[in-house]
């Protein structure tokens, strides 16, 4: 007879042998949840794996390094607890054996990226999101939707909640990953209300820290690196558009409660204080003392003009809230960018 036991966040899964009459012994068969990571070698993915192994689970962390790097990964190879497998999870995923979770984190996910690869991000945000929606139903396992704030688009509604249906151009050319978004949440609802899965859904707001890529396109990195090589800072429109920039740490630790969570309808996770991205430059000029003069260049097509989570639910329901504030957290991103182009050179 098996039996399962929730110690600290782990499932730990027993065979109960009938030894004399009336009486069991218990064999220990699982020690640790058996996580897959699609996505692993991301910057959050990989910060996740990271994290998961800290709590005792056994991680597959699956990607093709399309936009994910080794890098974020090597260290992790050797460990006991972790296994990589390269592959494109738009086609069919197979994995021996127990999985008690399976987490959605594969995907291009800034403008620079899914504009250059605007089918494989539809593909995986469809086919992948089915490929591992299939694979949590044929494992039992919990699954875990990584969504986004995009799913908003340019919004309407101040801050949003996760009870706004949003305002998105379907076919601009930001499309091509606000609605594969869209169409996995409605998949995971679906495989949620129809096959009874145990499912997910985190609608993730800007995120930064260390990992993210040199030549990532969005905001933040992209000033600091100008900022470090003394380029000039290239900001979109008037620079009034806001944005609201959670630290990694921060992030992790809200999807983890989120997981552990009975909460299958959409949660969103991010940083509730809002700034100006001419501010966040500014922040950026003064921490590295950089002789770099802010540009201004037009607005990128249906590029948000607002953007501020609200966290009420997950403070509720989660018990979850940002701790890092963004003083500290740019530090630590800073010091991380400043080692990547030393180790790479300026260039990179």
């Known amino acids: 007879m098996i ?4 110690i600290n966040g782990n ?6 042998i009938l030894c004399d009459i009336g009486s069991y012994c218990i064999r220990k068969r699982y020690s640790s949840m058996r996580t897959i990571i699609t996505g692993g070698a991301g910057f959050i993915g990989s910060h996740l794996c990271d994290y998961l192994i800290k709590k005792g689970h056994e991680v597959i962390c699956i990607d ?3 936009t994910g790097k080794m890098d974020n990964v090597v260290h992790l190879m050797g460990n006991r607890q972790f296994r990589f497998i390269r592959h494109n999870v738009s086609d069919y995923i197979y994995v021996d054996g127990q999985v008690d979770n399976v987490l959605h984190f594969a995907s291009p996910a800034s403008p620079l990226d899914y504009l250059e690869f605007p089918i494989q991000t539809l593909k995986v ?12 139903k044929a494992k039992k396992a919990r699954f ?11 919004p309407q509604i101040h801050p949003q909640p996760e009870n706004y249906w949003g305002h998105v151009n379907p076919v601009g050319p930001r499309g091509v990953y606000d609605e594969a978004k869209r169409f996995a949440e409605a998949m995971t609802m679906a495989y949620h209300r129809y096959h009874d899965i145990d499912t997910r859904i985190v609608r993730i707001f800007n995120t930064y820290g260390p990992r993210m890529r040199v030549k ?13 090589k003394d380029e000039n800072i290239t900001v979109f429109g008037n ?21 552990l969570s009975n909460e299958y309808e959409p949660v969103n996770i991010g940083n509730p204080e809002e700034i100006p991205i001419h501010q966040l430059a500014e922040e950026i000029l003064t921490l590295t003392n950089s002789k770099s003069k802010m540009i201004f260049k037009p607005l990128p097509v249906d590029d948000p003009k607002i953007r501020q ?10 018990n979850w809230e940002p701790k890092i504030p963004r003083a500290e957290g740019l530090q630590k991103t800073l010091a991380y960018f400043r080692d990547e182009l030393t180790c790479c050179g300026k260039d990179a």
């Open 64 to 66: 093709n390094l399309l």
């Open 11 to 16: 499932v730990v899964e027993f065979t109960l």
């Open 216 to 228: 990532d396109g969005r905001a933040l990195p992209t000033f600091m690196c100008q900022a470090l």
């Open 125 to 136: 945000g469809s086919l992948g999101t089915l490929n591992s929606l299939g694979l949590a």
């Open 3 to 6: 039996s399962h036991l929730n």
């Open 239 to 259: 620079g009034l558009q806001t944005r609201s920039f959670c630290y990694i740490s921060d992030l992790v630790e809200g999807i983890y409660q989120l997981l």
């Open 309 to 318: 989570p609200d966290i009420s639910k997950a403070r509720t329901i989660l």
């Open 144 to 154: 875990l939707l990584a969504s986004t704030s995009e799913v908003y688009g340019d």
